[in-house]
């Protein structure tokens, strides 16, 4: 428990002043008592020389009742006890009073009785303490006396003086305080002494306005503060997909109305549990970013299974918070329920599929109905009667048409991957280089340049040949743009996991509305009798069975871009 200043200061004073008092009296009375032993032992050492000059004149003559009368004489002084006067040979010559009426300590003075220089006797008087002691007692008691008025005396001025000097100030800053902890204004503390404290009392009164100004700030920042919670609860609340928040544990903090009606589990059901216990399913592991190395997940298919029981398909979005450290805290997920989705998007794939097949016979049969026609024609019009020539050359018409039939064929196989994928791990830029130089000699011939922009050692997961074939068609598509394209650029990167390679034309580029169909079979923007519309359809095939992806962007310039993703390692390798 704390105690007042005042009764510190109190206190302390007390005890210095108590100590200072008992040091100065004993050392007041020390020294008078020393000053009366030191007169009472010279009044002793004057009597005692008197006597032994009276002594040595009586002995002379024998007159030792002289020296009787000298000694009753001077007994009679109160200070004096016993006087003993013996000579050489200790006869004793004189004596009077007693040793013990001297008291316990009694003053003795010894005084030789010399006769030239040898010794004829001496003198010894002892001497009474009990009037100096009486004195020195007395000025004891009132020096205790002296000192405890004084001593109360500077205990009242020293508090009237501490009152004023620490006391008083230390009260207004105490009460300046008190009124500025409910909130009110702070006030100028107005002291002027003592310095330090008037010095106190002016960081007080700046102290006091900055913190005000803070306060206002803060108060201001923690309104807007709120107000942005609010909003950001609403909008997590209101947002149609479902999203919770985990810490690093996987336990979830937050889960909003979505995320309820989605999974039937309540925001009580669902916080403090964590997220692979609720949903019993590998949502976490496969969509959370806290098990996929901070990687920031987006529109990942996975499952769910509801409260009820029922296996939902869900798209899941995933991302790391952190603190300001930099230090991971947890983790955000949103989640929206595909289920009806996918069922909707195969029953479209079907149409699709019907649609496709209904367009690929109709583009088989116009296709091949000009070669057989041809076919047809040229083996009604052999005669034997026209000769072994005429006969030939119809016939070589007749193979022609034929081996066109069969090229068209040999793409339908192509693009319906037919053949098995042999996939196994190689680097892409030689094989880039390779096919550039394949179709160098047609690029040169018709004006057009290739620039090819390698990055060394990066892999490609696929099957070389059918690779080599994709990059094969897509130069090929470049080059036969109309008008021709001036330059080709094939660069090479590598993107996540993923390495990427384009081909990028300066050509007339591809219309907005026919990018949505340039993968389509037997879709084609070149004149008719130049290519079968296959060759973009193969390539989408080819890196679909590879398991990557091709994009069709437009170039800035003009042209376009065509972008092929393929993986970069084997499962081997922890693809």
């Given amino acids: 428990m704390s105690r007042p200043l005042r009764r510190i200061f109190t206190r302390r004073l007390n005890l210095l002043a108590i100590i200072a008092a008992v040091l100065l009296g004993a050392f007041l009375v020390k020294g008078q008592r020393m000053i009366l032993l030191a007169d009472l032992k010279d009044k002793g050492e004057s009597s005692a020389r008197i006597l032994a000059a009276v002594t040595l004149d009586a002995a002379m003559v024998h007159d030792y009742a002289t020296i009787e009368r000298y000694v009753a004489d001077i007994i009679r002084d109160p200070t004096i006890s016993f006087i003993e006067i013996r000579r050489s040979d200790n006869e004793l010559l004189a004596r009077a009073g007693s040793r013990a009426a001297a008291g316990a300590r009694p003053l003795l003075v010894r005084q030789p009785i010399t006769l030239g220089t040898s010794e004829f006797g001496v003198i010894t008087i002892a001497l009474s303490t009990r009037r100096v002691n009486a004195l020195s007692r007395n000025l004891f008691i009132s020096a205790i006396f002296a000192v405890i008025f004084f001593h109360f005396l500077v205990l009242h001025l020293s508090g009237l003086a501490l009152k004023k000097a620490v006391i008083e100030p230390l009260g207004m800053l105490s009460r300046a305080m008190e009124r500025f902890r409910p909130g009110q204004p702070p006030e100028p503390v107005a002291v002027e002494e003592p310095e330090e404290i008037a010095a106190l009392a002016r960081s007080f009164t700046e102290m006091a306005a900055t913190i005000r100004d803070n306060f206002d700030a803060i108060k201001q920042q923690r309104e807007e503060l709120r107000l942005e919670q609010n909003k950001l609860a609403t909008i997590v609340d209101s947002t149609a997909d479902g999203l919770f928040v985990t810490d690093t544990r996987g336990v979830i903090l937050t889960f909003n109305r979505s995320a309820s009606e989605i999974t039937g589990y309540s925001e009580e059901e669902a916080i403090g549990t964590r997220c692979a216990d609720l949903f019993k399913t590998t949502l976490c592991k496969d969509a959370c970013a806290l098990h996929n190395a901070g990687e920031t997940v987006r529109n990942r298919e996975t499952t769910l299974e509801a409260k009820d029981g029922r296996l939902l398909t869900v798209s899941v979005s995933s991302a790391l918070i952190f603190d300001r450290g930099g230090e991971a805290v947890g983790g955000v997920q949103t989640f929206r329920d595909i289920t009806l989705e996918k069922k909707r998007q195969e029953m479209y794939c079907h ?202 962007e437009e170039r800035a310039g003009g042209g376009a871009v065509f972008t092929v993703f393929l993986p970069s390692r084997g499962p081997e390798d922890g693809s």
Wanted: charged share 20%; proline share 7%.
């Fill in 351 to 552: 149409t699709e599929k019907l649609a496709a097949i209904g367009q690929l016979a109709a583009g088989v049969a116009h296709e091949i109905n000009n070669p057989l026609s041809n076919i047809i024609g040229y083996a009604r019009m052999i005669r034997p009667e026209k000769g072994p020539e005429e006969t030939a050359r119809r016939v070589e018409v007749i193979v022609e048409q034929a081996g066109k039939c069969s090229e068209i064929v040999r793409g339908l196989l192509d693009f319906s991957r037919s053949s098995g994928a042999e996939p196994s791990l190689f680097e892409i830029a030689p094989l880039i280089a390779r096919v550039v130089d394949m179709v160098g000699y047609q690029a040169e011939k018709q004006g057009t340049t290739i620039h090819f922009t390698p990055a060394p050692g990066l892999t490609v997961f696929a099957d070389p040949g059918k690779i080599e074939q994709v990059v094969f068609n897509l130069l090929i598509n470049a080059l036969q743009t109309g008008p021709p394209a001036a330059n080709i650029w094939v660069e090479t990167g590598l993107a996540g996991k993923n390495t990427w390679f384009s081909v990028a034309d300066d050509g007339p580029g591809i219309a907005p509305a026919l990018r949505q169909k340039v993968f389509d079979p037997f879709f084609s923007t070149k004149p008719v009798g130049r290519g079968t519309g296959l060759g973009l359809s193969i390539c989408a095939g080819i890196v679909a069975d590879a398991d990557g992806s091709i994009d069709l």
